[in-house]
């Protein structure tokens, strides 16, 4: 399905005189503090995350999956998902695919079936943490870092494979996570481990087009939980710098132990030009992957500030991180909760686009803490909504997203297009 131009101008009709008193009513409020409103609207017009191509679908929980009904069932139907959401907010403009779950089988014709719907290929996600059918060797004890170099090139073959078709596709980059490690002490020698990991990505590395990047995740547990290969930024700092300048951390959200401080972690990436990738979700526990903003707004507020001060202060150069969404939903409209995400990012950024960073850094000099925490409060607690509001009207939008597709009953329309139990593939 595909949403007409004209059905979101239609959309945005009636609530155009309110949005305007709104936005002008926040536009004069700030601009009598000196903030350039203009500048703020453009970025976020011009901002976009990618949307990976296995959020489409209901998620998988451990335990079972709740189909979600018209969930799209080849990749050309995950594209047309995106586009709707695209067409809304005019900030999905890309997707990150997965090898093997969404193989293109004519990588011509994807490409440009995605170009008509407004959508780009991000970075390629390799998959050595299942085996697949028809594999020779098995990834359970490990894939890059296996004690069998048989294991291990196969593992790099696959990557290899995945750089190919993206090539074929126009991305740019390739991110890798593995589930590498041990589940009990004793099981994997530490040492041999990393060493096997880096000698793979090494092979990897050099399979890379010089224009391209590659992201290292990390991730401290799940599904090994006595020991990741790839534990912390501070491993995938290491192998990233051991590998060379094409090579950068990457850093997911839900990919921590709980309370760490994942601003300081951007922030110290930052400095080093090391920050590559992002992928947004958010989490009460661990790796809960629930809808961006749910649980800790001022948190995503915090990291952005940072983001926005590496990018404002960017030497040595870091590389404009490349954003994705990786949530997954159980229970939810996958389009309604990607939206919801993709809001929750955008008013993030906004609010720390408020940020007066020369008082902040005047406050920080004269050890004014209440200051420079209630510099940051204010900026935080401004409601920024009609500023995204109209990023977005302006870039061809509309206002309110999540109104617009359930007015549109985008959902009903999908299900009479493929049915109520069509499945997606991933997890
Ligand atoms: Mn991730």
């Known amino acids: 399905m595909k949403i007409q131009k004209k059905q979101l101008i239609q959309a945005n009709k009636g609530k155009l005189a309110q949005h305007n008193k709104e936005l002008k009513n926040l536009v004069s409020k700030l601009s009598s503090k000196g903030i350039n409103t203009n500048a703020i609207i453009k970025t976020i017009q011009n901002y976009e995350v990618a949307i990976p191509s296995w959020a489409l679908g209901a998620g998988g929980t451990r335990f079972g999956r709740f189909g979600f009904g018209g969930e799209p069932s080849s990749l050309h139907e995950k594209l047309e998902d995106i586009g709707v959401i695209h067409a809304l907010t005019k900030s999905a403009g890309a997707v990150s695919l997965h090898i093997p779950w969404d193989i293109p089988k004519d990588p011509k014709a994807t490409k440009k079936f995605a170009k008509n719907l ?57 991110t890798v996570w593995l589930a590498d490690g041990a589940n009990f002490p004793g099981q994997n020698n530490f040492r041999t481990a990393l060493n096997n990991t880096l000698d793979s990505l090494k092979k990897i590395y050099k399979h890379l087009p010089k224009d391209w990047k590659l992201f290292i995740e990390y991730k401290p547990y799940e599904p090994n939980f006595y020991s990741m290969v790839i534990q912390d930024w501070g491993t995938s700092f290491l192998l990233a710098n051991a ?16 309370n760490t401080n994942i601003e300081q972690i951007v922030a110290t990436l930052m ?134 597709y359930r007015a549109l009953d985008v959902r009903s329309k999908l299900i009479a297009e493929r049915g109520t139990d069509s499945k997606a593939t991933g997890l």
């Not at 390799?126 to 294991?151: A, E, H, I, M, R």
């Not at 959200?253 to 709980?258: A, I, K, Q, S």
């Not at 940020?355 to 803490?369: F, G, M, R, S, T």
């Open 118 to 174: 407004g959508i780009k290929f991000d970075a390629m996600n390799s998959n050595t943490f299942q085996d697949q059918p028809g594999q020779k060797y098995t990834y359970k004890y490990g894939s890059l870092c296996d004690t069998d170099p048989k294991v291990r090139n196969q593992a790099v073959r696959h990557n290899k494979k995945v750089i190919d078709y993206g090539v074929a596709l126009g991305s740019k980059s390739l």
């Open 243 to 258: 590998l060379g300048p094409k090579a950068y951390t990457l850093v997911d959200l839900g990919h921590h132990l709980p």
């Open 271 to 404: 400095s080093q030009g090391k920050l590559g990738g992002f992928h947004f979700n958010d989490s009460k526990y661990g790796d809960d992957d629930l809808t961006v903003g749910a649980i800790k707004p001022y948190q995503l507020f915090l990291i952005f500030n940072e983001l926005v001060f590496g990018m404002k202060n960017n030497k040595p150069k870091n590389p404009i991180p490349a954003w994705m969404i990786d949530a997954s939903h159980n229970i939810k409209d996958p389009l309604e909760d990607l939206l919801q995400s993709i809001l929750a990012i955008e008013m993030a950024y906004a609010k720390a686009l408020l940020v007066d960073q020369k008082a902040l850094a005047l406050a920080q000099k004269n050890n004014d803490i209440t200051l420079a925490q209630e510099i940051l409060a204010e900026a935080y607690q401004t409601d920024v909504r009609p500023l995204l509001a109209e990023a977005r009207r302006k870039a061809g939008g509309v206002l309110n997203p999540i109104e617009t």
